[in-house]
């Protein structure tokens, strides 16, 4: 009865049911989708003050500005190379398997219009662009615009500014913000009680929208995705277990039903918040957390990053084009640069691989539109892998700085401390911390008494 009652049963159940009114009722299923937008929206909107009171708190605890700076360059060293093994991963996969051979699809017959509508005109930003983009016109823009990266740069310089601080605001300061953060993490357990609601509507838009035949007229090239994302799912269970100690599969159980959220809806940025906390929970230390998991959104999309390479040669080969190697170094090249720039721009999977297509030059940019039809079945594969490759960065950079407890990490994972056993923690920290609030408060009251008797 337990099982039934919780959230990974509902999620299970409710894509299930999706998926089954998808295939029934397509016409249905299509008008379903404000379900899970809205759902993706609620925890969206607290997204940005989320991220800042983790950081802020973090780094003000911590008291480092150096710190901060290895634990950065250390995510960003760490992204480059898992991204560039999975762009790798896609280019071979795809000579290998050769999903598109034998198509001899014409360009000439392509509609490309499906582009833009997907694309909404928008374009990736250039890398001096992109960099001058994280710094925000103003606090407040930064927030309004949910910018994961503007707020991160805000966080830390507000964070190390606090660090500095020397007065009684700062603890002043920290106790608000630490206070606020349990309460916006309340409200976020109160939006997950949708999350059955929100899993449904999406799958039941995706299938009834664009239809299962899909599978079938892509079935290798989907194959072929979901083979070379298993593989470096596999590198990456061997990469974290070597550094960190960390059991994969248990840290898959344990994370199981924001797993299944986030393949459900087809966004990884929903289960961020609830990400967030388990990391903490398992021994990662909360700055790293904090750091680390927003950046990797940015910097570290190695599903996407498989899929785009393995794409890109698909729709080569499906146009009857063989590449060369120098041409293939290009893709590698273009996308390792691309892929940095994607998070939050409309339809940016057709934009970078038009703008390798248009750097390679060797198919039309056009047959870019080829992929429209399987790219929707390719989420599960790019979330995924997304997901995990940003919780496994967490958990490598956290051992690298020496700021992930190990031993708590096997208890929590293996399930020697509960679920509840955590909730009660988690109370019993507020409770600690709700009681020296009011401890400090007593005191300077009592402050003017003792000096006017």
Known sequence: MTFVKSLFFQIIAAVIIGIGVGVLWPDLGSLLQPLGTGFIKLIKMLIAPLIFMVIVTGIAKMGDLKSVGRIGLKAILWFELATTVALVLGLCTANLLRPGAGMNVDPASIDASGIEAKTKGSELPHTVDFIMNIIPTSVVDAFAQNALLQVLLVACMFGVALAATESKAKENVLNLVEQLLGIVFRMIGYIMKLAPVGAFGAMAYTVGAYGASTLSSFGLLILACYGAALLFLLLLALAAWWITGLNFMQFVRYTRSEVMLAIGTGSSE?????????????????????????????????????????????????????????????????????????????????????ATAAAVNAFPVAAVALLLGADRFMDTMRVFTNLMGNCVATFVVARWEGLLDQKRMRAVLSGEISAAELEAEEKAARSALKLNLREKQSQSLAAPEVLNP
């Open 270 to 354: 929903v289960v961020m918040p609830r990400m967030m906390d388990k990391l903490t929970k398992a021994g990662c230390d909360r700055a790293v957390v904090g750091l680390v998991v927003p950046t990797g959104y940015s910097f570290n999309l190695d599903g996407a990053s498989i899929y785009l390479s393995l794409a890109t040669v698909f729709v080569a080969q499906a146009v009857g084009i063989d590449l060369t190697l120098g041409q293939e170094i290009t893709i590698l090249l273009v996308l390792m640069l691309s892929s940095k720039g994607m998070a939050g721009v409309p339809g940016s999977a057709f934009l970078a691989l038009s």
